[in-house]
Antibody
């Protein structure tokens, strides 16, 4: 069974930093690209970042480019999102999602809430 | 950026009835369109990809159609567990995938 478990969310002040983690199990992690997708409270879904299976290709939404860094450790079956210079508008539930080659999101974690507030 | 527009925002349907949800893309996305279901407090679940292919384990009452810029998700006979928010997502403009704003299917 595919499982994705996020952690690392919490309350942080504007301008602060946070590192999210996603632990994967139930599939060959190193064979899949991985993604972060977020959802602001009461709002829709927004793709944030993607990383290819070998970390060769990395992409960011314009809204987070230069502030967020995605990475992965295939030996640990883990995905990460380093978030710096956080803003109030980054407040959201952050989901880790598996990405088969075509570009959709076939399995999602339960999400971790990031709140940016003073 | 490809803008995805879903209609209606809210759909009120009685159990057992058919629900038809629409999704329009601002430019052609071919058949690179997925649908997700999200229940309160839960993560989204993939329902349909390739505009019309059901994901693993998705009941046959869910069907998708369309191509280019116009897409439809049909739930043939609504069950109690189907009341949720549904999102469409294009993955033609990879990696800049975009979602619609969602359609809430509520009990009439």
């Amino acid at each position: 069974e595919v499982q994705l478990v996020e952690s690392g969310g919490g309350l942080v002040k504007p301008g602060g930093s946070l590192r999210l983690s996603c632990a994967a199990s139930g599939f060959t992690f190193s064979s899949y690209s991985m993604n972060w997708v977020r959802q602001a409270p009461g709002k829709g879904l927004e793709w944030v970042s993607s990383i290819s299976s070998s970390s060769s290709y990395i992409y960011y939404a314009d809204s987070v480019k230069g502030r967020f860094t995605i990475s992965r450790d295939n030996a640990k079956n883990s995905l990460y999102l380093q978030m710096n210079s956080l803003r109030a508008e980054d407040t959201a539930v952050y989901y880790c999602a598996r990405g088969p080659p075509v570009g959709l999101f076939d399995y999602w974690g339960q999400g971790t809430l990031v709140t940016v507030s003073s | 950026e490809i803008v995805m527009t879903q209609s209606p925002a809210t759909l009120s349907v009685s159990p057992g009835e058919r629900a038809t949800l629409s999704c329009r893309a601002s430019q052609s996305v071919s058949s690179n369109l997925a649908w997700y279901q999200q229940k309160p407090g839960q993560a989204p679940r993939l329902l349909i990809y390739g505009a019309s292919t059901r994901a693993t384990g998705i009941p046959a009452r869910f069907s998708g159609s369309g191509s280019g810029t116009e897409f439809t998700l049909t739930i043939s006979s609504l069950q109690s567990e189907d009341f949720a928010v549904y999102y469409c997502q294009q993955y033609n403009n990879w990696p800049r995938r975009t979602f619609g704003q969602g359609t809430k299917v509520e009990i009439k």
